[in-house]
T-cell receptor
Framework: ETGVTQTPRHLVMGMTNKKSLKCEQH?????MYWYKQSAKKPLELMFV???????ENNSVPSRFSPECPNSSHLFLHLHTLQPEDSALYLC?????????????FGNGTRLTVT | AQRVTQPEKLLSVFKGAPVELKCNYS??????LFWYVQYSRQRLQLLLR??SRESIKGFTADLNKGETSFHLKKPFAQEEDSAMYYC?????????????FGKGTRLHILP
């Protein structure tokens, strides 16, 4: 499959659970991103990876832990989340972190924390 | 500080009528501006960007530095234009600033 693929599409978890979101891109891009999309808020950038190195961490709480084992895969490990963390989590990739490079988004994971 | 403002949450336009989705920005340097679109049940995707100066699906957007605006326009709306539209800004090729997004405007084309 081409493009950016995210799994799972939906996730419901309790506050004491540990889960992971997965993102895979088949575009040959060097940069990958995690965004959070909450109701009534703009898309919030969480993490940026360039060639598997984290280049940006936008003051995200430590209960969110990213991992980028290679330039095609990106994970977001979740533990002891809060109900306010419920949101749509979008993964994106781009050819580079050059800020004129357009972003290619996945379909997102709809996360509900109970 | 960087900021992107889309003043309309919802815009309803009759089919065949002109469309204008407003976007204003705040940025201290020379920004690069984008419009992204999300159709129903599809992923968020790039519609057009200022640097390309292109027309996509009949949409155009002109950067007005005096008014700090990047409004999206189409002369004749089509039903398939119904979607969520996001204006986005970045610092351009020589800057490290990453892309930030507005809150989005839902465009509803009425038959």
């Amino acid at each position: 499959e081409t493009g950016v693929t995210q799994t799972p599409r939906h996730l419901v978890m309790g506050m004491t659970n540990k889960k992971s979101l997965k993102c895979e891109q088949h575009l040959g891009h060097n940069a990958m991103y995690w965004y959070k999309q909450s109701a009534k808020k703009p898309l919030e950038l969480m993490f940026v990876y360039s060639l598997e190195e984290r280049v940006e961490n936008n003051s995200v709480p430590s209960r969110f832990s990213p991992e980028c084992p290679n330039s095609s895969h990106l994970f977001l490990h979740l533990h002891t989340l809060q109900p306010e963390d419920s949101a749509l989590y979008l993964c994106a990739s781009s050819p580079s972190t050059d800020s004129i490079s357009p972003l290619h988004f996945g379909n997102g994971t709809r996360l509900t924390v109970t | 500080a960087q900021r992107v403002t889309q003043p309309e949450k919802l815009l309803s336009v009759f089919k065949g009528a002109p469309v204008e989705l407003k976007c204003n920005y705040s940025y201290s340097g020379s920004p690069e501006l984008f419009w992204y679109v999300q159709y129903s049940r599809q992923r968020l995707q790039l519609l057009l960007r200022h640097i390309s100066r292109e027309s996509i699906k009949g949409f155009t957007a002109d950067l007005n530095k005096g008014e700090t605006s990047f409004h999206l326009k189409k002369p004749f709306a089509q039903e398939e234009d119904s979607a969520m539209y996001y204006c986005a800004l970045s610092g351009g090729v020589n800057r490290d600033d990453k892309i930030i997004f507005g809150k989005g405007t839902r465009l509803h084309i009425l038959p």
